[in-house]
């Protein structure tokens, strides 16, 4: 369990504190016509993406923490001044772990009304199917949520790198 929450932590600082700027990210790219009888992958324009796959909870790597300093610097490098992370409680993590079917979450970049990006967080099953509320609005007692409302680091940081 202390693994899984530092790879959730490492995987949130590094991979969803990219400012606006950073369009040229692409989905991870695979051989087209090839199947390992749980993934099935299609050409879709100049990308290849799977179409169909299971997930098992095990998704992820821990990456070493020189990785993560290199990886950091990169991007205050390229952005010295927007946002480096975004920080969740433990307990809006372990809510959206607790829903029903939920083996991870996924992280969406958003832009909110004052177009400042923002990290939502979503549940996820084995299908890779989103595990969303069932009405519109934020509900009380529904069985599924979206997280945001992080604490955005400049302002909420550590004091130090990795």
């Keep these: 369990m202390k693994y899984l929450k530092n790879a959730l932590l490492i ?7 990219c400012d606006g700027q950073f369009n040229d990210e692409t989905p991870v790219t695979f051989n ?3 199947s390992n009888g749980t993934t099935n992958l299609t050409k879709t ?14 998704e992820g790597d821990p990456i070493a ?3 993560a300093k290199a990886w950091t610097a990169n991007f205050r490098e390229l952005n010295p001044s927007g946002t480096e992370a975004h920080f969740f409680g433990a307990d809006i993590i372990k809510q959206i772990l607790a829903e029903d079917g939920c083996v991870g979450i996924r992280m969406y970049y958003a832009l909110d009304d004052k177009q400042q990006r923002q990290i939502l967080l979503v549940g996820v099953n084995e ?3 989103n595990l969303l509320p069932q009405g519109q609005g934020f509900a009380e ?3 599924n949520l979206i997280a945001d409302v992080s604490w955005p ?3 909420y940081c550590s004091g130090g790198e990795f």
């Design 11 to 17: 995987a949130l600082i590094i991979t969803c504190s």
């Design 32 to 34: 087209t016509g090839v």
């Design 45 to 58: 324009s100049s990308q290849s993406r799977v179409t169909s796959y299971t997930f098992n909870g095990t």
């Design 65 to 67: 923490r020189s990785t």
């Design 127 to 129: 299908e890779g199917q």
């Design 141 to 143: 007692g529904d069985p």
């Design 153 to 155: 680091c400049p302002s």
